[in-house]
Every structure is written in C-alpha cells, then in structure tokens.
C-alpha cells in the first residue's frame, strides 16, 4: 500500500514558565508536526522540534531540509518494518547531511503510520512488549525553596525518582538542596542531578564527597568536557551519566562507555529512533542504564519516545516529565501523568488541533 500524502504543520506555543538550555532561555517553544495519510486510510504524525541551545541546527534549517525531502515520499510504499522504514529514508536522503531533528520526525511519522497500517502499537513495531503506561522521574528545577516544594509534590503525586538541575547556584546551595530534597522525600526515592556541566573537575569532586552517594544514581554531565567527566567518573563514588558528549563525541563515548553508569538518550538530538537503538543496544551490551529522554517536544513527540522507551527498558523512568512546561500543546487529548507513570493512550495517532496549529506550504 502506498504512500498518499503528508502534510506539515508549524507550531509556536506559549511555555508555562521560561525553559534554560544551554545558554538559552526560551518563552515560546516552536516545532513542526507531520501527518501523514497511507491510501487506505491510516494515519501517522511525527514532530520536528529542534531545541535552541542544545540542537545544531535550527528551527529554519529543519523546516527548509523537510519541505525538501517531502514532495519525494507520497508515492513509495510504506514499509511495514522498522529496518524497512530505515532503508526507505537512507534511500531519500542519499545526498541529503540530514538535521537530527528533521531524522527524528520523519522516522517516527512513517514508523507510526506502519505500526496503525499493521495495527500494532509502535513499541510492538520496534519489537517492544506494549504497556498501558511507563514510569518517568519528575523534572525538579528553580532555586533551593522551589526545588524542595517541587520534590514533596512529585512525592505525593507518586514520583519515586527524582531528577534535579543543579549547578546554577552556589556549592552550599547545591548541597543544601539536594540534602533536603532527599531528607523529606526519604530512602524509599532515587535521585538523579543534572549539572549541566557546571562545575569545574575538582569541584564536581568535592561536592559528590561532601554529598555521599546515598539515594543518588547517578549525576548528569558534571563538568564542561568528556575527559573531565571520565576522570570524575573514576575519582567519584556517584556514577556519572553522559547527555551532551552523546552527541558531541559518540565515538569516543562508544570507546569509552564501560566507564560510565548512564547514557542519556535523546532522539531528538542524537538523530533518530534507528540511532537511539543502537546506542540502547551498544549500551546493555556494556550494562550501562540507558534513560530515554526528550527535548521538550509536544505530546505528539512524547508519545513516540515513551513508546521507544517502553521498547528500549519499560522498567527505567524515562525523562519524560516535559509536558508541564507547556501552557497548551498541539493535541486535542494531551498526555497525562499519573502516579509517576505516562498514561498512553490505546491509539498512535493522537487528534490534532489545528487552532494550535498553521500549515506550511510545500509548494
């Protein structure tokens, strides 16, 4: 069965308070849904939304590179197969240095299409065990009180891990707040730490000694280089988990992920869900937690990526707890959180809303 059409969306809309990446600070989160349309009826979307501070390319290169490879995939027939899908897109984008973000949408729309054409979940189409929901460890960010109230309300709501961005405040600050979000939220939670690679080596040292390593699994990229992060990584009794040097040096990640006690996976970022397996899979070859992450996409992308993640370890909390940045999304039924765990919807095609959204001509 063919490829009917697929048309592409624009959204821009309104955060619920501001979002920090990188050196960024963003209001508005802007990306792109496509929808596409098999001839007999079945439906797929996808998202597009490349993160301003952390992407390489930008939302204007995204769009400019998709609208290209569009006109060249109604027509083809749909692969029913996630190796299949790959090939089809390797195929299209032979002469095309294809943005990471623009791989991520197109691959999730055909493979979402493909999962509804063979009705089957798309976690079942990566050759996962579907779930009616996955765990996901809530996003605790702002100053040392915020971050407190944040975790006891993460704790009633159910949440039992717990990740907390530190770094942007003083040491004793830093301490202070991971200390008292573990006193009152007890033993029974898990804490990860996400220095955005605030600290310099011999300070990211001493605060892990002066934390301990008690209820924490692992922190995120503490220090501004790879090597620096290895090298805490042998002087630290916390594991240290890689986000940024994924995607800046995989090769050497590769070489040296015995190392490491984590891999932060963003397939927004690192270009693809065919990407993210086989880092997933390089990873549980070296008994390396692999965390399945997002980019602050909209529901439409949060969908795909818990299915990856249920696919990939539907027992690890992926970092999924973005969706409350958002003061609307781009779906008439957004994703809702409960206990800690994503609820998923039973069907792969959430309904659009188009209020949200305004169509890109591909002409």
């Known amino acids: 069965m063919k490829i009917k059409d697929i048309r592409l969306f624009r959204y821009n809309l309104p955060l619920a308070r501001p979002l920090v990446a990188g050196r960024h600070s963003i209001s508005n989160r802007q990306g792109l849904i496509l929808k596409c349309v098999r001839n007999d009826g079945n439906k797929g979307t996808g998202e597009i939304a490349p993160l301003p501070g952390l992407s390489n390319e930008s939302l204007e290169e995204a769009l400019e590179q998709v ?21 089809l897109l390797d195929d299209l984008m032979t002469d095309t240095d294809t943005c990471p973000s623009v791989r991520f949408g197109l691959e999730t729309v055909l493979l979402n299409l493909a999962a509804a054409a063979t009705k089957m979940s798309l976690t079942q189409l990566l050759g996962g065990k579907p779930t009616p929901s996955l765990p996901i460890n809530a996003l605790l960010t702002g100053s040392p009180k915020q ?51 605030a600290f ?30 290895l090298i805490f990584a042998e002087k630290s009794d916390i594991p240290v988990a890689l986000d940024e040097s994924i995607v800046e040096a995989p090769e050497k990640v590769a ?43 909209s529901s439409i992308g949060i969908m795909s990526l818990a299915q990856l993640a ?20 781009v779906t008439t039924t957004p994703l809702n959180v409960t206990g800690g765990r994503l609820t998923l919807p039973d069907q792969n095609d959430l309904p659009l809303d188009y209020s949200a959204l305004e169509e890109v001509p591909l002409d």
């Open 200 to 229: 310099a080596l011999e300070q990211a040292v001493s605060f892990a000694d002066r934390l301990g390593g008690r209820n924490i699994e692992y922190i995120e990229e503490p220090c501004p280089s790879l090597d620096e992060n």
């Open 147 to 197: 971050l407190v109230k944040e975790a006891e309300s993460a704790y009633r709501n159910g949440y039992r891990v717990l990740k907390i961005k530190i770094g942007r405040a003083s040491m004793d600050e830093n301490l202070a707040s991971v200390t008292q979000v573990r006193d009152v939220c007890g033993s029974g939670t898990t804490l990860r730490l996400d220095a955005n690679r």
């Open 67 to 87: 609208r290209t490879l569009i006109p060249s995939i109604p027509g083809h027939d749909l692969p029913e197969t996630r190796l299949g899908i790959g090939g």
């Open 255 to 297: 070489e040296n992920i015995n190392r490491v006690g984590a891999l932060i996976l963003k397939p927004t970022l690192l270009g693809g869900v065919e990407r993210t397996l086989a880092l997933a899979r390089q990873a549980r070859e070296a008994r390396v937690t692999t965390v399945t992450s997002s980019s602050f996409e």
């Open 310 to 329: 249920i696919a990939i370890n539907p027992d690890t909390p992926a970092g999924l707890d973005t969706l409350r940045w958002f003061d609307r999304d």
